[in-house]
Structure formats: structure tokens, C-alpha cells
């Protein structure tokens, strides 16, 4: 809620082992990022490990072009050229790809899918905590379909139309179902559900910048 202070930070990265490539060829490097890696350096020196980082030990020419929340895992694209950066990141701008994520969040959600239409803004005090702000907010929208409901949790798939900062755990909260393990929104009792924010990048697709090819790619949830 606006107001609430966040946690306190500790950046406390999976260990470094093979990279999860899942796919790359001359053009790009489509990586299966863990939990808990930033995808881009820090603003302190012990938080200059990361995704990016990682990638330019075996792929110097790694660029990133999108990012994934510190703590949500799956699916993201770098570039291997200058090319691939900046035709991928126009697709992203103009809402041109495709992405599916997968969450575990509390309690059982009515009906078997809707749309979440909430603006979005940084709550300044309390950053980097995001709020619904319907004088200020940027335009933000996620459509959801419940998967499967078991034991007061719903498996729920998320389709966000837009790629505001945090805004599948604003939404998830918006709707009292907060994502579980989700250490900025969830209330106490979500938070120790899980070990990990339960938020999943599963799929993701766009076209190819060597042709135009529309590709996708996908990692099954690790939750």
C-alpha cells in the first residue's frame, strides 16, 4: 500500500554456474535468467553482478534490451549486435512481442479470467515500490486466466499488454491476491509462502531481426 516502507535490500545472487542459454545463433542470446540475479548492475559495487554481466563473460557483444525484476525468473532476450538492439527494442516499444508469465499467488481467485486496466506510478518515498495513481499513473493493463486453484493458491498465467515497472505484482495486489514470496507487496503471510517470488517470465515472442521471422521461446516454471 502507498506509504508502506519496503523491506530492507540484501542482494544475495544465485551462485554463478553454466549460463541457461536457451537459445543463440549470430544475432541474439535468449537466457533462462534465475531468481534473484539483477539483470543489470547495481548502484554499489557489490551489486555488479548480474544477468548482463554474466552474459558478456561468454558472449562479449551481450547487450541488454528488456529487463526482468531482480527476483522474477524466466525468459529474456539480448542482443548480440548493435542491429538486434535496436530492431528487438522497437518491438518492445511498440508493443510488438509477446509475453505469458506464470505466478502462484494467495487465496483463490474468482472467475477464469479478466483484464487489470491500472495506472501505474513510482511511489517516490517508499521507492523502488510502484502504486496505482489514476491522476498520475502511466496507462497499464494485464489480462489473467487461472490455471489451476489448489489449497488456497491460484495458479494464474499473465499476459501484460503494457511493460510498466512492477506492474504484474501492482496488478496482482490490486485484485487482493498478491504474489506469493513477493517481498515488496505481499503482507507477511504471502511473503513466507514462498522461498521466491512465485513470478514466472514463461514465454516470449517477437521477430526475428535477421529476416523478420516471428520466433518464441519459452521456460517451463520452476514453482
Do not use: W
Given at each position: 500500500m502507498p506509504g508502506d516502507t519496503p523491506r530492507p535490500f540484501v542482494y544475495s545472487p544465485p551462485p554463478a554456474g553454466a549460463?541457461?542459454?536457451?537459445?543463440?545463433?549470430?544475432?541474439?542470446?535468449?537466457?533462462?535468467?534465475?531468481?534473484?540475479?539483477l539483470t543489470v548492475?547495481?548502484?554499489?559495487?557489490?551489486?555488479?553482478?548480474?544477468?548482463?554481466?554474466?552474459?558478456?563473460?561468454?558472449?562479449?557483444?551481450?547487450?541488454?534490451?528488456?529487463?526482468?525484476?531482480?527476483?522474477?525468473?524466466?525468459?529474456?532476450?539480448?542482443?548480440?549486435?548493435?542491429?538486434?538492439?535496436?530492431?528487438?527494442?522497437?518491438?518492445?516499444?511498440?508493443?510488438?512481442?509477446?509475453?505469458?508469465?506464470?505466478?502462484?499467488?494467495?487465496?483463490?481467485?474468482?472467475?477464469?479470467s479478466g483484464r487489470v486496466d491500472q495506472p501505474i506510478i513510482t511511489d517516490w518515498p517508499n521507492r523502488p515500490k510502484q502504486m496505482i495513481c489514476h491522476d498520475r499513473g502511466r496507462n497499464a493493463v494485464t489480462d489473467w486466466e487461472v490455471m489451476d486453484i489448489a489449497n488456497g493458491v491460484t495458479r494464474v498465467r499473465l499476459c501484460p499488454l503494457t511493460g510498466r515497472s512492477h506492474q504484474l505484482r501492482v496488478h496482482m495486489l490490486f485484485l487482493g491476491h498478491p504474489i506469493l514470496g513477493d517481498?515488496?507487496?505481499?503482507p507477511p503471510a504471502a511473503l513466507t509462502a514462498s522461498d521466491r517470488l512465485c513470478l514466472h517470465a514463461q514465454q516470449l515472442g517477437f521477430r526475428h531481426p535477421d529476416g523478420g521471422a516471428p520466433v518464441s521461446f519459452e521456460s517451463p516454471a520452476p514453482f
Open positions: 549460463l541457461p542459454v536457451i537459445h543463440a545463433d549470430d544475432h541474439i542470446l535468449v537466457v533462462d535468467k534465475p531468481s534473484g540475479l548492475p547495481g548502484n554499489r559495487p557489490e551489486r555488479a553482478d548480474c544477468l548482463e554481466a554474466r552474459a558478456r563473460a561468454e558472449f562479449p557483444t551481450a547487450r541488454i534490451i528488456h529487463r526482468l525484476d531482480m527476483d522474477t525468473s524466466g525468459v529474456i532476450v539480448l542482443a548480440l549486435t548493435t542491429h538486434a538492439q535496436a530492431h528487438i527494442g522497437k518491438q518492445f516499444e511498440k508493443r510488438m512481442t509477446s509475453k505469458s508469465y506464470v505466478a502462484r499467488v494467495q487465496g483463490e481467485m474468482t472467475g477464469r517481498n515488496l507487496y505481499a
